[in-house]
């Protein structure tokens, strides 16, 4: 699934390309892609010019003006494209917005599990998934955020993805931020200091702005918004390397489950506790 490294890319990509541009047509190749009545969203997004496009936590948004939001959630598979010219729908192809200049935005997604909706601001208050959301890593300071987490007795790792208490984070980046912290992904919270805790979220801001800048983790299907693939893979320092020699002491790292994800680790370097 894209994190908020991967989605950050593609808004910005997108944002470059497509803002002041006019949405001239809708076409839904598959309906079950749109989570609201399809000729609702048709007909509110249809003849909409472009205004901006942004992130929150892994939502990427296209807003038509001041009171219209088309949100795509990626989910596993889910891609945002933007082309020139009119292009031949693929086999993936669920959604196409003609523009007016003859270009147009294409929504992939193999899986099917990506979400799209035009909603006004109301109903985008009111979405339970998008008003649940936690506060964002990146504009927020890392001594907020141990506020967040300081105390409970929950896997540290668990409450990094909890998307009501950090917004955007997901498997890799938990696994990075944690390993360059020296914190096991099972260690509780509140069996974490204020000043380790404090350190984790300095490298966890730390990972995703390198990951923004070397245009995000392709691993499997992500791109960016000009189908270009990440290069932050190659920065990996325990993501998927489950029986590989640790970086820094070369014991051979570890693999768990935790929070119902796969989690690497090294249990030398990682501690449970301070």
Not at 85 to 113: A, N, Q, Y
């Amino acid at each position: 699934m894209p994190e908020l490294p991967e989605v950050e890319v593609i808004s910005r990509g997108l944002a470059k390309s497509l803002v002041g541009k006019t949405i001239e047509s809708v076409k839904i190749l598959n309906h079950s892609s749109v989570k609201m009545p399809w000729h609702v969203f048709s007909s509110r997004v249809a003849g909409k010019e472009i205004t901006s496009v942004h992130r929150r936590a892994k939502l990427l948004i296209m807003d038509l003006g001041e009171d219209l939001h088309v949100t795509f959630h990626l989910k596993m598979t889910g891609r945002v494209l933007a082309h020139d010219g009119e292009t031949i729908p693929e086999t993936h192809t669920r959604i196409v917005f003609g523009l007016t200049d003859g270009g147009s935005i294409e929504f992939h997604d193999t899986r099917k599990f990506g979400e799209v909706r035009a909603l006004n601001n109301e109903e985008l208050q009111d979405w339970n998934f998008y008003r649940n959301l936690g506060p964002e890593p990146l504009e927020t300071s890392a001594d907020e955020l141990v506020k967040c987490v300081e105390g409970r007795k929950a896997q540290i790792k668990g409450l990094l993805l909890n998307q009501s208490i950090v917004a955007g984070v997901g498997n890799i980046y938990a696994d990075e931020s944690l390993f360059r912290s020296g914190i096991h992904p099972k260690a509780k919270a509140s069996d974490l200091s204020k000043e380790t805790l404090k350190n984790l979220f300095n490298n966890l801001q730390a990972v995703l702005k390198q990951a923004i800048s070397e245009n995000g983790s392709s691993i499997r299907d992500y791109v960016d918004a000009g189908g270009d693939a990440g290069g932050f893979q190659n920065s990996f320092k325990v993501y998927g390397k489950k029986g590989e020699a640790c970086p820094a002491c070369g014991k051979i790292f570890e693999s768990g489950t935790v929070a119902g994800r796969s989690s690497t680790f090294c249990s030398n370097c990682q501690k449970m506790k301070d």
